[in-house]
């Protein structure tokens, strides 16, 4: 009995191996036929914006310093600093004593000048007469013609130097030149001012509208040019728009109007400065903000955008991407990229019509690879994908999975 106990272990050991290598090969996974799953993007040609992203800051559309015209004494101010005034609004007001004694005197001497042509007048009109009875001689009437010409000479001298009184006079009243925001005076009532003084009394900011002055490249310039030349580009023409964001990121709500380009550029740092017109009625943009503008440069007709996930480098530093076939077999292909375009790159070269780019799952294909293709949507505000109502396997595809 004890004899027979080896044997018997070694038909149960082998029956059970037997069973194990059945079992080990019906539960074997068949991944011999499986493609793994890509998402795609199908392109076509279009009308593309282009558009450029500069800094830029914003100015006053209008600027004026408020400085005396005359000399005196501040007698009142009658604004508040920082308020808005209005174009004509008395800002200051000098003591107009001498300057109203002296417009008093030239009213006066024009009278005086004015009371002495009627007499003169009179004088020429009787000696013409008389000189043709030989009453009077030729020389006496040249002499009262000339008088009567000094008098009315002097009342014309008599009614400028009323005119300059006047304008001195109105001048003890300082005016606001334009519409804006008044800053911090520098003069307070009682102090001496004088019309050739240096420092501005105040300074008025036009606030609405306001300009942004935005600097772009010289090379960049020049690239653009050559591509609207060339016909790549269509020029935007003098209508172009701009939009803007803000210093913390956000987008300002009103759009501007390109108003136009230096003619020179910068030479220390190679840059040409443009400038732009924005709506700014809630007083938003205060001079001095840096801003980022977006330009819009022109359009690009017919042209491809390949989303920017999709495009890699090889390992001589070209950028590449997949493409599915319609058998389904994925191919690396170069591609000729010319700029980026949101969450896409703007491509010159190495695509056609209906080509299909991988955007997801290329990190498990490689170059002639048998894959399914399922259709995507690219947002193109934030890059996300975004799956269609409906995804087309390729030719002979095992039934579709969803997207990993």
Same mark, same amino acid.
């Given at each position: 009995?004890?004899?027979r106990?080896?044997?018997?272990?070694?038909?149960?050991?082998?029956?059970?191996?037997?069973?194990?290598?059945?079992?080990?090969?019906?539960?074997?996974?068949?991944?011999?036929?499986?493609?793994?799953?890509?998402?795609?993007?199908?392109?076509?040609?279009?009308?593309?914006?282009?558009?450029?992203?500069?800094?830029?800051r914003?100015?006053?559309?209008?600027?004026?310093?408020?400085?005396?015209?005359?000399?005196?004494?501040?007698?009142?101010?009658?604004?508040?600093?920082?308020?808005?005034?209005?174009?004509?609004?008395?800002?200051?007001?000098?003591?107009?004593?001498?300057?109203?004694?002296?417009?008093?005197?030239?009213?006066?001497?024009?009278?005086?000048?004015?009371?002495?042509?009627?007499?003169?007048?009179?004088?020429?009109?009787?000696?013409?007469?008389?000189?043709?009875?030989?009453?009077?001689?030729?020389?006496?009437?040249?002499?009262?013609?000339?008088?009567?010409a000094?008098?009315?000479?002097?009342?014309?001298?008599?009614?400028?130097?009323?005119?300059?009184?006047?304008?001195?006079?109105?001048?003890?009243?300082?005016?606001?030149?334009?519409?804006?925001r008044?800053?911090?005076?520098?003069?307070?009532?009682?102090?001496?001012?004088?019309?050739?003084q240096?420092?501005?009394?105040?300074?008025?900011?036009?606030?609405?509208?306001?300009?942004?002055?935005?600097?772009?490249?010289?090379?960049?310039?020049?690239?653009?040019?050559?591509?609207?030349?060339?016909?790549?580009?269509?020029?935007?023409?003098?209508?172009?728009?701009?939009?803007?964001r803000?210093?913390?990121?956000?987008?300002? %709500?009103?759009? !501007?109007?390109?108003?136009f380009? /230096?003619? *020179? =550029?910068?030479?220390? +740092? &190679?840059?040409?400065?443009?400038? $732009?017109?924005?709506?700014?009625?809630?007083r938003?943009?205060?001079?001095?903000?840096?801003?980022?503008?977006?330009?819009?440069?022109?359009?690009?007709?017919?042209?491809?955008l390949?989303?920017?996930?999709?495009?890699?480098?090889?390992l001589?530093?070209?950028?590449?991407?997949?493409?599915? %076939?319609?058998? !389904?077999?994925?191919?690396?292909? /170069?591609? *000729? =990229?010319?700029?980026? +375009? &949101?969450?896409?790159?703007?491509v $010159?070269?190495?695509?056609?019509?209906?080509?299909?780019?991988?955007?997801?799952?290329?990190?498990?294909?490689?170059?002639?690879?048998?894959?399914?293709?399922?259709?995507?949507?690219?947002?193109?505000?934030?890059?996300?994908?975004?799956?269609?109502?409906?995804a087309?396997?390729?030719?002979?595809?095992?039934?579709?999975?969803?997207i990993?």
């Amino acid at each position: 009995m004890m004899m027979r106990l080896p044997g018997a272990l070694a038909v149960v050991s082998l029956i059970a191996l037997a069973g194990c290598s059945d079992g080990g090969q019906q539960s074997g996974p068949p991944t011999a036929n499986v493609r793994p799953q890509v998402s795609v993007v199908t392109l076509h040609p279009q009308a593309v914006v282009l558009t450029a992203d500069v800094p830029g800051r914003t100015a006053a559309s209008l600027v004026a310093e408020v400085r005396p015209q005359v000399t005196g004494i501040i007698r009142a101010r009658n604004f508040r600093e920082g308020s808005e005034v209005k174009a004509g609004d008395v800002l200051y007001e000098i003591d107009p004593a001498v300057y109203q004694a002296t417009y008093d005197s030239a009213v006066a001497a024009l009278k005086k000048a004015e009371a002495a042509v009627p007499s003169a007048q009179a004088k020429v009109d009787r000696y013409r007469s008389l000189t043709s009875q030989d009453a009077v001689s030729r020389q006496d009437l040249d002499d009262a013609a000339s008088t009567l010409a000094q008098a009315q000479a002097e009342v014309a001298a008599e009614k400028a130097a009323v005119d300059s009184a006047r304008i001195n006079l109105d001048y003890t009243k300082i005016r606001a030149p334009i519409s804006g925001r008044i800053d911090a005076s520098s003069v307070t009532v009682g102090a001496l001012v004088t019309e050739a003084q240096t420092t501005a009394l105040a300074t008025i900011n036009q606030l609405d509208p306001i300009n942004v002055d935005v600097t772009q490249s010289s090379t960049d310039l020049l690239e653009l040019r050559r591509a609207i030349a060339s016909g790549q580009i269509k020029s935007s023409g003098t209508n172009v728009s701009v939009a803007l964001r803000l210093e913390d990121g956000s987008r300002y %709500d009103e759009a !501007g109007a390109f108003q136009f380009a /230096e003619a *020179s =550029v910068a030479a220390t +740092v &190679g840059t040409v400065t443009a400038r $732009a017109t924005f709506p700014n009625p809630d007083r938003l943009l205060l001079p001095g903000m840096y801003v980022r503008a977006t330009i819009e440069e022109g359009v690009a007709p017919n042209s491809f955008l390949v989303p920017q996930r999709a495009v890699t480098r090889n390992l001589k530093g070209a950028p590449v991407a997949f493409f599915v %076939d319609a058998d !389904g077999t994925v191919h690396q292909r /170069e591609i *000729s =990229v010319r700029r980026s +375009v &949101g969450n896409s790159w703007l491509v $010159a070269g190495g695509v056609t019509d209906g080509d299909r780019v991988v955007v997801e799952g290329g990190q498990r294909i490689r170059d002639g690879q048998a894959v399914t293709a399922a259709e995507v949507q690219i947002d193109e505000a934030t890059g996300d994908i975004r799956q269609v109502a409906s995804a087309a396997p390729a030719k002979d595809a095992a039934a579709p999975h969803s997207i990993d």
